[in-house]
């Protein structure tokens, strides 16, 4: 059972365009919800995070906004650059995030110049 | 930024071999994971320890075993790696306080030949 869906595998965008990336989670006990960025052969990279007492959240060119009646969040890049391509893990996590967190599978994000 | 250290980055072995991956921090943060994660899907929790002398199985069942002698040491022994262990393997830590924001090491990707 995987609680946490990232149901698009990969996603192209244009420079300078938005990126959005989707996540849906399935147990109504997480709290805590994080994106990582990710390069091959290299370890996920944390890039903003919000918790369930928040609707967004930003950070630069970033934003998350979560939607708890939905159970589902999303990130928002802009603009978009081509050093952004890479894969995007959604992770969610109890307790605000002091356990163990669940990940989702992951969508590669291809920027086009 | 996090010190994660994981060694060796790289490794190919013939089946039947032990073997031990490395992680070490440097941040004295009690909690650490071990995550296995195949190309294209989501990250699995194979290992867990909130402290020294403390470890747990996480939700994927895995062959390997993990000790925590030392706080700012948790490796990870294959007594008898097979194919099926080629994966790569990601050590994280958590801090104590928050923000509780995972941070990974750059991953140990193993092949078993």
């Known amino acids: 059972d995987q609680q946490v869906k990232q149901n698009s595998p990969s996603l192209s965008v244009q420079e300078g365009r938005i990126s959005i990336l989707n996540c849906d989670y399935t147990?109504?006990?997480?709290?805590?919800f994080l994106w990582y960025k990710k390069y091959p052969a290299e370890g996920p990279t944390f890039l903003i995070s919000i918790s369930s007492i928040k609707d967004k959240n930003e950070d630069g060119r970033f934003t998350v906004f979560l939607n708890k009646s939905a159970k589902h969040l999303s990130l928002h890049i802009v603009p978009s650059q081509p050093g952004d391509s890479a894969v995007y893990f959604c992770?969610?996590?109890?307790?605000?995030?002091?356990?163990?967190?669940?990940f989702g599978t992951g969508t590669r994000l291809t920027i086009i110049p | 930024e996090a010190d994660i250290y994981q060694t060796p980055r790289y490794l190919v072995i013939g089946t039947g071999k032990k073997i031990t991956l490395e992680c070490s921090q440097t941040?004295?943060?009690?909690?650490m994971y071990w995550y296995q994660q195949d190309p294209g899907m989501e990250l699995h929790l194979i290992h867990y320890?909130?402290?020294?002398?403390?470890?747990e199985k996480g939700d994927l069942s895995s062959e390997s075993t993990v000790s925590r002698i030392r706080t700012e040491h948790f490796p990870l022994t294959l007594e008898s790696a097979r194919p099926s262990h080629t994966s790569q393997y990601l050590c994280?830590?958590?801090?104590?306080?928050?923000?509780?924001?995972?941070?990974f090491g750059p991953g140990t990707r193993l092949t078993v030949t």
């Open positions: 320890s909130y402290g020294v002398n403390s470890t």
């Open positions: 941040m004295g943060h009690d909690k």
């Open positions: 147990n109504s006990m997480f709290d805590y």
């Open positions: 994280a830590t958590i801090p104590s306080l928050p923000p509780y924001e995972q941070y």
């Open positions: 992770a969610a996590g109890r307790n605000f995030g002091n356990e163990k967190l669940t």
